[in-house]
């Protein structure tokens, strides 16, 4: 891990009318980390999300993000244009449901490829050669891809989502939920994936959920949050098994263990 | 307006529109002109005919045409289909000028779906008829999204659409309204012309005007202005060949239209640019 933050999010304001749903929230992120945001329905998940990567609007606050390039820009008050590059280029987001993701009427291989080839690919076999080599990463049989997603089960579209994050060789991925809405036994092979991945490709990675057993499985650090506000955080571990905040307490007693 | 030129245009104003509607184009006209391939939007008028017949088209000849023009009309080629002739009849009421079906001897060409195989001039016009402009339309439905893509040259998303192509055929299939990139910058549909007619478009010494009256919006093409046909490196942009030459005339390097002559499935080929046929059965006098 290098001394420099890759992710340096500051007092970040996210405001709905009158309602803060992201409250002056902060935190960095080392490269090669992975950071869990637990918390319930509501508490600003997914807004803290997307106010990383600018698909939402932040009220206040800063999101400093340290690019390839080694320079240091704020994604809040960068150009449109340029925030979009940079974050097609360096940013994978992997959403909760893969229909949000994807594009159903093109087949598996344009999914993969399109990242690319908004970056400017025009070798057709290249373009077809790196989307099955990051299909294959994820355990799709690369001979399904000129298969539709739609053909595919949910762990799969899931994966495929996955698939199109990682094809630009992101620095930082953020995942809203990526186990949501897949059973038990999918859930689990998902995991051991994505584990695998950000091991092997060093991987920073923000994964909001509100499964504590995804943040134990995946994350180094976690953040608690409630209200918009980050009530609690720390080493994963730590905070899991000797919860400080009252809140806290409450969501992790409330597992139910099998 | 004097009293003849009143006769020659029935009762009209001169080439129907009303001379502030024409101001108004002109000046969508000149913006177009100024930012080649950018879709311009303008207040389309409600025209005597139905959208999808050429309505954009006709405003911007409308507006362009003077009394010294000579028009030429062409639909699939054809100088005597439907759409051609009455729109050619529309403007020798409304305008009273002059009207030809020699691509040489006109100044200005209204086209739905071809370019003549005649070389053209500096000086002459080309008009289009456009019914969707929005080249990544069937791609993003939304306005505000492709109006932003247009504004960031994000293009990625055609290729798409051509990766498609190849992934499912073995080949980019698209074979009229190909995508054209203008000067590098904007992403344009050259309106559903056969992408054998895509070459053409390429610093052509023509001034080249698009009208899409459904959708309100002009964009342009100026003289000498680089077109490029969106392809792969390992795929690249070709056009249609035909096995067959002209049953009429003998050409083998023009567009040819495939005609089914009976119910018993006889076939024949001749050049879909009529003029063009016809000039080469039968030289004019120049």
Known sequence: ?258 | MTATAERLSGGYNFAYLDEQTKRMIRRALLKAVAVPGYQVPFAGREMPLPYGWGTGGIQVTASIIGPDDRLKVIDQGSDNTTNAVSIRRFFAKTTGVAVTTRTADATVIQSRHRIPETSLRAGQIMVFQVPIPEPLRWLEPRETVTRRMHAEADYGLMYVKLYEDIARMGRITTAYDYPVMIHGRYLMRPSPIPRFDNPKLDRSPALMLFGAGREKRIYALPPHTPVKSLDFDDHPFTVERWSQRCQRCGSADSFLDEIVMDDRGTRRFVCSDTDYCDGRLAPQAP
């Not at chain 1, 229909?99 to 290249?126: C, F, H, K, Q, W």
């Open chain 1, 1 to 258: 891990m290098s001394d420099e933050p890759l992710l340096e999010v500051q007092s970040l304001t996210v405001r709905y009318g009158e309602r803060a749903a992201c409250n002056d929230v902060s935190f960095s992120l080392w490269p090669g980390e992975v950071l869990a945001v637990v918390g319930e329905s509501g508490s600003g998940k997914t807004t803290l999300l997307n106010a990383i990567c600018g698909r939402v609007a932040a009220s206040a606050g800063a999101v400093r993000f340290r690019a390839a390039d080694g320079r240091v820009r704020d994604l809040r008050t960068l150009p449109e244009a340029e925030l979009r590059r940079l974050v097609r280029a360096e940013i994978g987001f992997v959403h909760q449901n893969p229909r949000d993701g994807l594009r159903l009427g093109v087949s598996a291989g344009a999914n993969t490829g399109e990242p690319i080839m908004a970056a400017g690919a025009r070798y057709y076999g290249d373009i077809r050669r790196t989307a099955a080599f990051w299909l294959e990463r994820v355990e799709i049989d690369p001979a399904r891809m000129d298969e539709l997603p739609a053909m595919f089960s949910g762990g799969m579209q899931q994966r495929l989502q996955i698939a199109r994050a990682l094809v630009t060789k992101p620095r930082l991925v953020l995942m809203d939920e990526p186990t949501g809405g897949l059973d038990v036994s999918v859930q689990a092979k998902l995991l051991d994936l994505l584990r695998r991945l950000t091991a092997e490709l060093g991987l920073a990675a923000v994964v909001v959920t509100h499964d504590l057993g995804v943040a134990r499985l995946l994350a180094h650090r976690i953040l608690v949050m409630r209200n918009g506000r980050v009530i609690e955080s720390g080493i994963t571990d730590q905070v899991l098994d000797d919860p400080q905040h009252a809140y806290t307490q409450l969501l992790v007693s409330s597992v139910l263990v099998t």
